[in-house]
Each structure stands twice: as structure tokens, then as C-alpha cells.
């Protein structure tokens, strides 16, 4: 991962299907939407945001259950059902104070381009379309929802020099 790129970062954006998920998408027998999020990009995302790096979601589709995910992670920046993510990027920077050029956004598929155009770093997940890919600046290593967000939070946490300190609290006596 190109990390010299990720030392100004100060916001990531994420889409959502494909990229905190594996892309499936599962409805109960009442037509609820289900959805399975890694347990590592979680843990990745809360370290990002203990270390003072906002997290926010931009989605096309409306879910409950990423909602439930944002509240149990406690991210404030959701913006769901926007099919041009680029229209979302005004009320981010209200929202967040921060230049597009201090932002990195992880997609996979043709509705994250526009924003791949707009920040700072554009990310693709190692699975994204193949367009996708040729226009990112990075591409993960991992699939999205199988530890590409927390490959992309750690590579972060690294490039700011955040990590050491990190680390010495999970494994220090």
C-alpha cells in the first residue's frame, strides 16, 4: 500500500456493499435487509477514530442494519440512499471541516468514481470492478468486508506514526 499518501488524511470515507461488506446482501423472511460486517474492520475503524481520524459512510442503498453498525461504532457522518456520493461531499465538508484533499474514500464498484475524483486518496478494495481499480491511487490486499477497511485503518495509523504507541497499549504489561 502507497502509505506516503495516507499521512494527511484526516477523514476516511467508506461506501458500504462491497467495502465494509463482501457485497451479498441477505433478506430475512419479512424482507429485512441483512448484513455481516468483519469484526476486524470494525476494531480497525474504532482505533482510527480513537486516534482522532473521522470515519464517515456514503451509500446508495438504505439499511437498518448499517445504521445499527454506525451507532454501535459510533459514527456521526452517514449519508445513505445517495446514488451521486459527489453530492454528499458539500455536507461532509460542512460536517467535518475538513479539505476534500485531507480525505481518502474505499469503493469497489461505478458509483464510487465520482468521489475517487473528489478527495484526497482514492481507495479500491482488492475485489472492486477493474475500473475501479485502474482509476484508485491504493488498492487493498484484502477483499472488501473480509479486512480491506482494517488494512486501509492500519496502514493509516502507520503512515501518521500512530501505530507504535498503539500497539505498546495492547501489549505492554
Given at each position: 500500500m502507497?502509505?506516503s499518501?495516507?499521512?494527511k488524511?484526516?477523514l476516511?470515507l467508506?461506501?458500504?456493499d462491497g467495502?465494509?461488506?463482501?457485497?451479498?446482501i441477505?433478506?430475512d423472511h419479512?424482507?429485512?435487509?441483512?448484513?455481516?460486517f468483519?469484526?476486524?474492520?470494525g476494531?480497525g475503524?474504532?482505533?482510527?477514530?480513537d486516534?482522532?481520524?473521522?470515519?464517515?459512510?456514503?451509500?446508495?442503498?438504505?439499511?437498518?442494519a448499517l445504521?445499527?453498525?454506525c451507532?454501535n461504532?459510533?459514527?456521526?457522518?452517514?449519508?445513505?440512499?445517495?446514488h451521486?456520493?459527489a453530492?454528499?461531499?458539500?455536507q461532509?465538508?460542512d460536517?467535518s471541516g475538513?479539505?476534500?484533499?485531507?480525505m481518502?474514500y474505499?469503493?469497489?464498484?461505478?458509483l464510487?468514481?465520482?468521489?475517487?475524483?473528489r478527495?484526497?486518496?482514492a481507495?479500491?478494495?482488492?475485489?472492486?470492478?477493474?475500473?475501479v481499480v485502474?482509476?484508485?491511487?491504493?488498492?487493498?490486499t484484502?477483499?472488501?468486508g473480509?479486512?480491506?477497511?482494517?488494512?486501509?485503518?492500519d496502514a493509516?495509523?502507520?503512515?501518521?506514526?500512530l501505530?507504535?504507541?498503539l500497539?505498546?497499549?495492547?501489549?505492554?504489561?
Amino acid at each position: 500500500m502507497s502509505e506516503s499518501l495516507l499521512a494527511k488524511i484526516k477523514l476516511l470515507l467508506l461506501d458500504v456493499d462491497g467495502v465494509l461488506t463482501d457485497g451479498s446482501i441477505y433478506f430475512d423472511h419479512q424482507g429485512e435487509e441483512i448484513k455481516a460486517f468483519n469484526s476486524k474492520d470494525g476494531l480497525g475503524l474504532r482505533l482510527l477514530m480513537d486516534a482522532g481520524i473521522q470515519v464517515g459512510i456514503i451509500t446508495a442503498r438504505n439499511s437498518k442494519a448499517l445504521q445499527h453498525r454506525c451507532d454501535n461504532l459510533g459514527i456521526e457522518l452517514v449519508f445513505q440512499g445517495i446514488h451521486n456520493k459527489a453530492t454528499a461531499l458539500t455536507q461532509i465538508i460542512d460536517r467535518s471541516g475538513f479539505r476534500p484533499e485531507e480525505m481518502a474514500y474505499v469503493g469497489d464498484d461505478l458509483l464510487d468514481l465520482p468521489m475517487f475524483v473528489r478527495v484526497g486518496v482514492a481507495i479500491a478494495v482488492a475485489d472492486a470492478h477493474p475500473c475501479v481499480v485502474e482509476k484508485a491511487d491504493i488498492v487493498t490486499t484484502a477483499k472488501g468486508g473480509v479486512g480491506a477497511v482494517r488494512e486501509v485503518c492500519d496502514a493509516i495509523l502507520s503512515e501518521k506514526g500512530l501505530w507504535d504507541d498503539l500497539l505498546a497499549q495492547y501489549t505492554s504489561h
